[in-house]
């Protein structure tokens, strides 16, 4: 159980283009989704964090128009890079954690996003 | 100073070793460990919880020191498989933020 998908797995686009990714959580109704970015042979950052119904809480230095996140039901949340551009290119990985239990958090398999 | 550190290694070991290594964190109050192992390309995946008594599972064996801030993570009769980066996670409770290190590239070779 507690299983998460991403879609896309890949995608490369073209600079100014936006780019729609989808966390979907399989067998459970997640509380929370996070959203993370990992740059090569660097740590994950946190980007946000979404809960149902409410807006995202954006952590520091993310830009919110530009990283727009929606959550619209417990199952799904969508992150969506408005104007990528080439340094917006790295891995994108989601989490969602069940009920009060946030510190098991269930990762999604990552979408890589590669801007030329 | 990183709130959570690790050696990014690589550590180059021969299979059936055993490796061992460190993650230091700056918080005093942080109250959960954990060790993910993240394969190239891949989300991390859990790999096990670090207690206070330390804990076993398998031929892992992670070891927390409070006094030194530091947790570890030892491998024993280490497998092909288990090359991977090792990501150091620490959490406060009642904080869902999970704080990463940058990993510890560990590579087993035959």
């Known amino acids: 159980g507690a299983v998460v998908s991403q879609h896309p797995s890949w995608v490369i686009c073209k600079s100014g283009t936006s780019v729609k990714i989808e966390c979907r959580s399989l067998d459970f109704q997640a509380t929370t989704m996070f959203w993370y970015r990992q740059f090569p042979k660097q740590s994950l950052m946190l980007m946000a964090t979404?809960?149902?119904?409410?807006?995202?809480?954006?952590e520091q230095g993310v830009e919110k128009d530009k990283f727009l996140i929606n959550h619209a039901s417990l199952t799904l949340s969508t992150l969506t890079v408005t104007s990528a551009h080439p340094e917006d290119s790295s891995f994108y990985i989601c989490?969602?954690?069940?009920?009060?239990?946030?510190?098991?958090?269930?990762f999604g398999p990552g979408t890589r996003l590669l801007v030329l | 100073r990183k709130e959570v550190e690790q050696d990014p290694g690589p550590f180059n070991v021969p299979e059936g070793a055993t490796v061992a290594f460190n993650c230091t964190y700056s918080n005093s109050a942080s109250q959960s460990f954990f060790w993910y192992r993240q394969d190239c390309r891949k989300e991390p995946k859990l790999l096990m919880s670090v207690y206070s008594s330390g804990n076993e599972d398998g031929r892992f064996t992670a070891q927390l020191n409070r006094a030194s801030q530091y947790i570890s993570l030892l491998i024993r009769d280490s497998k092909l498989s288990d090359s991977a980066t090792y990501l150091c996670?620490?959490?406060?409770?009642?904080?869902?933020?999970?704080?990463w290190g940058a990993g510890t590239k560990l590579i087993i070779k035959p």
């Open positions: 996670v620490v959490n406060m409770r009642g904080n869902y933020q999970l704080i």
């Open positions: 979404s809960n149902e119904g409410s807006k995202a809480t954006y």
């Open positions: 989490s969602a954690t069940i009920g009060l239990l946030q510190e098991t958090q269930y």
